[in-house]
């Protein structure tokens, strides 16, 4: 579609200890940690600078006007960076267009700030509000050249543009994992892998596609490897990306008994879609490698086994 590919690297083809992709991997995984980390680094940083009754802000962008401010923005900025240039060596590939879009997106939101919650009497959030009500905490320039509402409308349009190409990129994980996984390739020879291909072996072989990434072919069919389960933790994340956004959007408040905590529903949202995208592009950062994790801690093990028995017998 678009003249764009799925498929970003050879994976028969790929060294694993190639320094190019050894890079692209690491840029995976730094976006994750960024994604993963921010939510709980706000907290951490609004708590440790405020003396009086520790509380969540009502969303992940309210702590613009906060202790936290600088942490936010930086935040924002290195996410952003990352995510522009994610895959420029590479600019026909959905990823490529996808997150420099997310990029665009991440950074109206970080130089667009959301509204104030002032408890001000009678403040509300207007055209005029950053004159009327000058704080503390202020406007920023943005938000008195545009007007505060104006503002906060511009960056939930960015938040949400924002949002909806995380859960996009999910299922482009999914998709490729599902297309050109090593899993595809066995099912496929002698041809290549592609997810139209692994679409037709499984019907040939009646096999439902949830059953497929679960469980994988049948018994009789035990010389394929089973898919890894990377494909459904993708599109697991990105259904949760996207239902996270809804609940931000219609949701409503939680209490907590710690501290008499309220969460608003835009909070608890924006932290489950940055966990959720987090966790996807962690997981996006294990591609490529030759052996699960599990393989090689018991390749790990074996090998300190072996080495033991050596050194006794000596």
Not at 235 to 240: E, R, V
Request: hydrophobic share 45%.
């Amino acid at each position: 579609m678009f003249g764009l590919e799925l498929k970003t690297f050879d994976r028969e083809a790929t060294q694993p200890d190639d320094p190019f992709v050894q890079t692209y991997l690491a840029m995976r995984r730094r976006i994750g940690l960024l994604g993963f980390w921010l939510p709980w680094v706000l907290v951490a940083i609004d708590w440790l600078l405020i003396d009086d009754l520790r509380v969540l802000r009502g969303s992940m962008s309210a702590y613009y006007h906060s202790s936290a401010r600088d942490v936010l923005v930086g935040g924002l900025f290195v996410t952003t960076g990352f995510l522009i240039s994610y895959l420029r060596a590479k600019r026909k590939t959905y990823d490529y267009w996808l997150s420099t879009a997310a990029g665009c997106a991440l950074l109206v939101v970080a130089l667009v700030p959301t509204g104030r919650s002032l408890n001000t009497n009678g403040f509300k959030v207007g055209p005029n509000s950053c004159e009327d009500f000058p704080g503390p905490p202020g406007c920023s320039g943005v938000q008195r050249s545009l007007g505060e509402d104006t503002a906060r409308l511009v960056h939930g349009i960015g938040a949400t543009i924002f949002v909806l190409l995380l859960a996009a990129l999910c299922f482009v994980f999914a998709l490729r994992e599902f297309g050109f996984g090593p899993a595809a390739r066995k099912l496929c020879e002698p041809r290549p892998s592609d997810v139209k291909r692994v679409r037709g072996r499984l019907k040939e072989l009646k096999v439902p596609a949830w059953k497929y990434l679960w469980s994988g072919v049948p018994a009789t069919e035990q010389a394929m490897p089973a898919p890894r389960r990377r494909v459904l933790l993708y599109i697991a994340m990105g259904i949760l990306i996207l239902l996270a956004g809804l609940w931000a959007k219609v949701g409503v408040e939680l209490s907590l008994g710690f501290n008499d905590l309220r969460l608003g529903a835009t909070y608890v949202g924006e932290v489950v879609a940055f966990l959720a995208f987090g966790i996807a592009w962690l997981a996006a950062g294990k591609d490529l490698e030759p052996r699960s994790l599990p393989d090689r801690i018991g390749s790990m093990v074996k090998s300190a086994a072996g080495t033991l028995g050596m050194a006794k017998k000596a």
